[in-house]
Every structure is written in structure tokens, then in C-alpha cells.
């Protein structure tokens, strides 16, 4: 089946430091979303990306749509204590997403 | 902001008995979805669901699940024998847009522990 790769698989980062993140996966997708999973809750959407080499920013967010479309990374910059929490991306596809593995971004203050 | 609400938002059960998980979507939406998070996992892919019937469903969507959305408002997942293997973070999602809009909303989850 489809697989997404995320990396890194965890960072520890100190508070104000910028943070990149990505996702490749070996098939294409038409569509890129990348989530957000705060403990004992469901994820969030953050950023959804349509159309390959897209920029889309979403406060300090950024995510870009490789020109490839295998791939797409997140950038978040100045990172906050409120930036923590496990960032998924997923391709969806015919009426499912498929998830990648997550990053799990702790940061301290 | 319009929510999924799921209920309840933890089960515990007994092997081999039946769970019924219910998920109430947002109102206008047409497109609902089941996902599972077991602990320290990824978000998995069980079942998606369309105008009153499953479009797509995974393999981990066995005999033994089945969704329905018996009143216009509610939409469930029942797991009719349950196995250990079962316990997980049980997500409800729903969707208002059409195949080529994923952004879902995803409910807060329920905690399914099965001893």
C-alpha cells in the first residue's frame, strides 16, 4: 500500500527556534495535508496544499507542495511551548487519507 | 467553531463482546469517516462512508466492523466481537466537500480498551 516517510521522527527544539519537517512518499498525490495531534485529542488540519510547487502559509506555519508531488515539508518558525504535539502529513486519495508516522516536536522553554 | 462529537470518550470491554462507538458529524456535512490511532501509532485508515454507503474501506475493516448512520445525525462503528488487538484511539471525521476536498474535521476520539 501507499506509504508516507516523515522526518524527522522527533526533534527537541528550544523555544524561538524555527523547525522543518517532511514527507515523501513513493506514489503521487494530487493533494498534501498536514495535521496536527495534541495528546488525547484528535489532529487538527493545519494546512492543505492543491496544486504541486504551491507555498501556503497559515500564521507561522508554512508547507510547500514538491514540485514532484512526492513530497511536501512544514516549516514552522519562532516556535512557541504550544507547538508541541505529534505533526502528521497525509495524501488522500479516493476517499481515504493515508497517514505518515508523525514527527513529534517537543519544545523547550 | 462547528465540531464532530464522539461518545463516549472512553469504552472499556470485555473480549469478544460488542462496542457500538457513536460519532454525531457536523451537520452539513456529506462525507464520514472512521480512523484508528493505536497508542504511539499513526492515524490508520478503517472505513469512508458516502450517501448512505461504505465508498472505500481498508483491510483492517474486516467482517467483524460495520458503520451506520441510522438517523440522518448519527453515524456509528460497531466492532461486533472484539479482540485485544482492538484497543485503540477510535476517531470519527466528516468532510463537506467532495473527493478532491480532504479537509476533515476529526472528532476528539474514543478510547477503546478491550481486557
Known amino acids: 500500500g501507499q506509504q508516507l516517510n516523515q522526518s524527522p521522527q522527533s526533534m527537541f527544539i528550544q523555544e524561538g527556534e524555527d523547525v522543518s519537517m517532511n514527507c515523501t512518499s513513493s506514489s503521487i498525490f494530487n493533494t498534501w495535508l498536514w495535521y496536527k495531534q495534541d495528546p488525547g485529542e484528535g489532529p487538527v488540519l493545519l494546512i492543505a496544499?492543491?496544486?504541486?510547487?504551491e507555498l501556503t502559509s497559515n500564521g507561522r506555519l508554512t508547507a510547500q507542495f514538491g514540485i514532484t508531488r512526492k513530497d511536501s515539508f512544514l516549516n514552522i518558525s519562532a516556535s512557541i511551548p504550544s507547538d508541541v504535539g505529534i505533526y502528521f502529513c497525509a495524501g488522500p486519495r479516493a476517499g481515504k487519507s493515508t497517514f505518515g508516522d508523525g514527527t513529534t516536536l517537543t519544545v523547550k522553554p | 467553531e462547528p465540531e464532530v462529537t464522539q461518545t463516549p470518550s472512553h469504552q472499556v470491554t470485555q473480549m469478544g463482546q460488542e462496542v457500538i462507538l457513536r460519532c454525531v458529524p457536523i451537520?452539513?456535512?456529506?462525507?464520514f469517516y472512521w480512523y484508528r490511532q493505536i497508542l504511539g501509532q499513526k492515524v490508520e485508515f478503517l472505513v469512508s462512508?458516502?450517501?448512505?454507503?461504505?465508498?472505500?474501506k481498508s483491510e483492517i475493516f474486516d467482517d467483524q466492523f460495520s458503520v451506520e448512520r441510522p438517523d440522518g445525525s448519527n453515524f456509528t462503528l460497531k466492532i461486533r466481537s472484539t479482540k485485544l488487538e482492538d484497543s485503540a484511539m477510535y476517531f470519527c471525521a466528516s468532510s463537506g466537500g467532495g473527493p478532491f476536498n480532504y479537509g476533515y474535521t476529526f472528532g476528539s476520539g474514543t478510547r477503546l480498551t478491550v481486557v
Open positions: 462512508f458516502y450517501n448512505n454507503e461504505i465508498s472505500e
Open positions: 451537520s452539513n456535512h456529506l462525507y
Open positions: 496544499l492543491y496544486k504541486a510547487g
